[in-house]
């Protein structure tokens, strides 16, 4: 059963995906918007097994680290109740990226000029990347 047959809500796991030089990487889906890589977490699923399998299937990359939570944010989009959980992570620049069908393109960012000039589903969205990013530089012992 997924969310969509109970109806209560969803539950969602993005990661601040981070390379070796600081970048962040960021997915750009079909429709052109910009997001996270991450997804829902089916019914019964481990949030660690959940967020390694949207990052493989999203991206290709299966070596990364899960750093812990970040944030954890809800919301309602389209009359259902939605949880985000946000955690923050490392991987190699190395690694090689194959897209999803859902994704027609990649990007490493590095500071907030680069996020603020793309495009995201929302306004919201796009606020909490940039929060997420500005805390992820003021972690301590520098994460990036």
Request: overall charge positive; cysteine-free; hydrophobic content about 40%.
């Given at each position: 059963m997924n969310s969509e047959q109970h109806?209560?809500?969803?539950?969602t796991q993005n990661i601040f995906l981070v390379n070796e030089e600081g970048g962040l990487l960021?997915?750009?889906?079909?429709?052109?918007?910009w997001l996270l890589v991450g997804g829902r977490l089916n019914v019964s699923e481990r949030w660690d097994n959940g967020l390694r399998r949207e990052v493989k299937e999203e991206t290709g990359i299966s070596d990364f680290?899960?750093?812990?939570?970040?944030q954890?944010?809800?919301?309602e989009h389209k009359g259902l109740h939605q949880y985000g959980v946000f955690f923050v992570g490392k991987t190699k620049k190395e690694?090689?990226?194959?897209?999803?069908?859902?994704?027609?393109?990649?990007?490493?960012?590095k500071n907030m000029e680069e996020i603020k000039e793309l495009d995201f589903w929302s306004t919201e969205l796009?606020?909490?990347?940039?929060?997420?990013?500005?805390k992820i530089q003021n972690l301590p012992g520098r994460f990036l």
């Open positions: 109806g209560l809500f969803k539950i960021l997915l750009q889906h079909n429709s052109g918007k680290s899960i750093d812990g939570i970040l954890v944010d809800n919301w690694n090689k990226i194959s897209l999803s069908d859902e994704h027609i393109n990649y990007k490493w960012v796009k606020e909490r990347i940039l929060g997420g990013f500005k």
